[in-house]
């Protein structure tokens, strides 16, 4: 009769990365090492650990007394099961695991119960003590849960998928599984019953998901969307428990918010979903601050924010006293959808105009009252005096024959519609026309026909549009030598002409005066032109016998 015997060879893995440890199930250690080459260790042996960190640590549960940043102990494995020896390393914690036998070669063959962690998938090696020998899974015709295993040849037993705590697949839904293996050296076979237990540990929060991430512009500020947060630990403690989420013992979620947006939101509440259970809760923009509303969302003011959501555990793990909270965050974009808005009036830059600008002259710029700054409009012009402008685009012209005079017409009325793809507004304006000081001018004609050896000549007179009186005044140079001109017009020669000899300029008796008329603000200059004619002398009386018509001129 062939005797199985059994031996445990544990994932090395398990709970870790990037780290060579020999019998090492947990933590995420920077260094450390577990220098036995047993599977297993009998009670009273010893095993040798060493560690190398950067800090000073302490151990605790199943060795203890503060350690040094590195070194290597033999310490003993004191009891059946579960010999666990941890670091305190500055707030990183390390674990290693040792099973303690009372069977220096494993378990005895009368052992038929196994317990180890979820998510490995090794899960004991038979001890082969001749070549002789193999290994084999009895099929139970789905009685047991042989299904789940393979056996090879050499005698390891291991999952064909990694059991997960949270979702048993045995056959009992309570994660102990059970089968029958079987060995033969080819002309014996031993059967054996085992009871493979799964043990949890702290998984980490795996997901998070945001059931909408648009929300419509000009809407109070209200829900984003439902967060969603997936941890398999939590779904467990869920299912066995029908209290609150706050008095629920076991792995709770919380949620955090950061990023550059993080102060508008909000997760006031979180509620526990039954199937498939989650923690959900609504994330929402915040009250106003300073006196509680709601916040408007405005498109046109900020259309994009950028926000992380981290859901982090309560970092209960099942065989350690210490709590290591695990954690998992995502980056979301809350995005306002644009609305078209309605136009609700019009506005011009302007509604003053200069007396005498040209025709065709920009008035105004139009623009249409509406929230929505990217929207298109087009405008219609009506009213009283809409045939003295044209549009052009979104501006208001004057027409290509009007050139306004205050003195003539000093206000236009004119009204403008506006009108965007839905909605449309009309507004009626009065533009003003300013008054500008105007340059005065003369009412007489400038020119005048004297005959020779006389002083006086005209009186002037002028006119202003503003009504402000006129005055005037001698200019210089031409024949301004030989004038003397008063303020209110008055033209004399500073001496009597003589026919026979000329003083002007061109000798032609034809004298250029230059005058200065003003109304205070403005000045108009012109010149006055005064011809001398002939008298002939018969018995002492002069007679007349030239008259000379010239062309006037106004300077300015």
């Given at each position: 009769?062939?005797?199985?015997?059994?031996?445990?060879?544990?994932?090395?893995?398990?709970?870790?990365?990037?780290?060579?440890?020999?019998?090492?199930?947990?933590?995420?250690?920077?260094?450390?090492?577990?220098?036995?080459?047993?599977?297993?260790?009998?009670?009273?042996?010893?095993?040798?650990?060493?560690?190398?960190?950067?800090?000073?640590?302490?151990?605790?549960?199943?060795?203890?007394?503060?350690?040094?940043?590195?070194?290597?102990?033999?310490?003993?494995?004191?009891?059946?099961?579960?010999?666990?020896?941890?670091?305190?390393?500055?707030?990183?914690?390390?674990?290693?695991?040792?099973?303690?036998?009372?069977?220096?070669?494993?378990?005895?063959?009368?052992?038929?119960?196994?317990?180890?962690?979820?998510?490995?998938?090794?899960?004991?090696?038979?001890?082969?003590?001749?070549?002789?020998?193999?290994?084999?899974?009895?099929?139970?015709?789905?009685?047991?849960?042989?299904?789940?295993?393979?056996?090879?040849?050499?005698?390891?037993?291991?999952?064909?998928?990694?059991?997960?705590?949270?979702?048993?697949?045995?056959?009992?839904?309570?994660?102990?599984?059970?089968?029958?293996?079987?060995?033969?050296?080819?002309?014996?076979?031993?059967?054996?019953?085992?009871?493979?237990?799964?043990?949890?540990?702290?998984?980490?929060?795996?997901?998070?998901?945001?059931?909408?991430?648009?929300?419509?512009?000009?809407?109070?500020?209200?829900?984003?969307?439902?967060?969603?947060?997936?941890?398999?630990?939590?779904?467990?403690?869920?299912?066995?428990?029908?209290?609150?989420?706050?008095?629920?013992?076991?792995?709770?979620?919380?949620?955090?918010?950061?990023?550059?947006?993080?102060?508008?939101?909000?997760?006031?509440?979180?509620?526990?979903?039954?199937?498939?259970?989650?923690?959900?809760?609504?994330?929402?923009?915040?009250?106003n601050l300073s006196n509680g509303s709601l916040i408007g969302l405005d498109y046109e003011t900020k259309s994009v924010y950028s926000i992380t959501i981290t859901i982090v555990d309560s970092g209960i793990s099942p065989n350690s006293s210490i709590s290591t909270p695990l954690s998992y965050s995502e980056d979301f974009t809350i995005t306002l959808s644009d609305k078209d808005e309605p136009?609700?009036?019009?506005?011009?830059?302007?509604?003053?105009?200069?007396?005498?600008?040209?025709?065709?002259?920009?008035?105004?710029?139009?623009?249409?009252?509406?929230?929505?700054?990217?929207?298109?409009?087009?405008?219609?012009?009506?009213?009283?005096?809409?045939?003295?402008?044209?549009?052009?685009?979104?501006?208001?012209?004057?027409?290509?024959?009007?050139?306004?005079?205050?003195?003539?017409?000093?206000?236009?009325?004119?009204?403008?519609?506006?009108?965007?793809?839905?909605?449309?507004?009309?507004?009626?304006?009065?533009?003003?026309?300013?008054?500008?000081?105007?340059?005065?001018?003369?009412?007489?004609?400038?020119?005048?026909?004297?005959?020779?050896?006389?002083?006086?000549?005209?009186?002037?007179?002028?006119?202003?549009?503003?009504?402000?009186?006129?005055?005037?005044?001698?200019?210089?140079?031409?024949?301004?030598?030989?004038?003397?001109?008063?303020?209110?017009?008055?033209?004399?020669?500073?001496?009597?002409?003589?026919?026979?000899?000329?003083?002007?300029?061109?000798?032609?008796?034809?004298?250029?005066?230059?005058?200065?008329?003003?109304?205070?603000?403005?000045?108009?200059?012109?010149?006055?032109?005064?011809?001398?004619?002939?008298?002939?002398?018969?018995?002492?009386?002069?007679?007349?016998?030239?008259?000379?018509?010239?062309?006037?001129?106004?300077?300015?």
């Amino acid at each position: 009769m062939l005797t199985l015997v059994s031996k445990f060879k544990f994932l090395r893995t398990l709970f870790f990365s990037g780290l060579f440890i020999s019998l090492i199930l947990n933590s995420s250690i920077t260094q450390a090492a577990l220098t036995s080459d047993k599977d297993l260790v009998s009670v009273g042996s010893s095993v040798n650990l060493s560690w190398s960190e950067s800090s000073s640590c302490s151990a605790y549960d199943d060795w203890s007394g503060s350690k040094g940043q590195s070194g290597s102990e033999s310490v003993a494995v004191s009891k059946v099961g579960w010999n666990i020896f941890s670091l305190n390393c500055n707030g990183s914690y390390e674990n290693v695991y040792v099973y303690g036998t009372l069977f220096s070669t494993g378990i005895a063959a009368t052992a038929t119960k196994k317990s180890m962690f979820e998510k490995q998938l090794d899960v004991l090696r038979f001890y082969k003590p001749s070549e002789d020998i193999s290994f084999s899974i009895i099929n139970s015709s789905g009685s047991m849960d042989d299904a789940l295993f393979s056996m090879s040849s050499s005698g390891a037993l291991t999952f064909k998928s990694a059991p997960d705590y949270e979702d048993p697949k045995d056959i009992g839904g309570n994660n102990v599984y059970n089968l029958q293996v079987a060995a033969t050296d080819g002309t014996d076979t031993d059967t054996k019953n085992l009871e493979i237990t799964i043990k949890n540990f702290n998984d980490a929060p795996s997901d998070i998901s945001l059931s909408s991430t648009i929300v419509d512009e000009n809407t109070l500020a209200s829900t984003v969307g439902t967060l969603t947060a997936y941890d398999d630990d939590l779904l467990l403690t869920a299912k066995n428990s029908t209290m609150a989420l706050g008095e629920r013992t076991g792995d709770t979620i919380s949620f955090q918010i950061s990023g550059t947006d993080a102060q508008y939101f909000e997760i006031p509440t979180l509620y526990v979903s039954s199937d498939p259970v989650t923690v959900y809760g609504d994330l929402k923009f915040k009250r106003n601050l300073s006196n509680g509303s709601l916040i408007g969302l405005d498109y046109e003011t900020k259309s994009v924010y950028s926000i992380t959501i981290t859901i982090v555990d309560s970092g209960i793990s099942p065989n350690s006293s210490i709590s290591t909270p695990l954690s998992y965050s995502e980056d979301f974009t809350i995005t306002l959808s644009d609305k078209d808005e309605p136009v609700t009036g019009v506005s011009l830059s302007s509604l003053i105009m200069n007396e005498n600008i040209s025709a065709s002259s920009l008035v105004a710029e139009i623009s249409a009252v509406t929230e929505d700054k990217s929207d298109t409009h087009t405008y219609a012009l009506s009213g009283t005096d809409a045939s003295s402008f044209v549009l052009s685009g979104n501006n208001l012209l004057l027409a290509s024959t009007l050139s306004p005079d205050y003195e003539t017409k000093s206000s236009y009325s004119v009204t403008i519609t506006a009108t965007d793809a839905a909605t449309t507004a009309s507004q009626t304006f009065t533009l003003q026309v300013r008054d500008l000081p105007e340059y005065p001018a003369s009412s007489v004609t400038n020119y005048k026909s004297i005959a020779e050896n006389g002083t006086a000549i005209a009186t002037l007179t002028g006119t202003d549009n503003n009504s402000a009186d006129v005055t005037f005044s001698l200019g210089t140079g031409q024949d301004a030598a030989y004038f003397n001109v008063d303020p209110d017009g008055t033209i004399i020669f500073t001496r009597a002409p003589d026919y026979e000899t000329p003083l002007d300029t061109d000798l032609d008796n034809i004298y250029e005066v230059p005058i200065v008329m003003t109304n205070g603000v403005l000045n108009t200059y012109f010149t006055y032109y005064v011809t001398v004619s002939d008298v002939e002398e018969v018995g002492g009386i002069e007679l007349a016998s030239k008259v000379s018509t010239v062309k006037t001129q106004e300077e300015e």
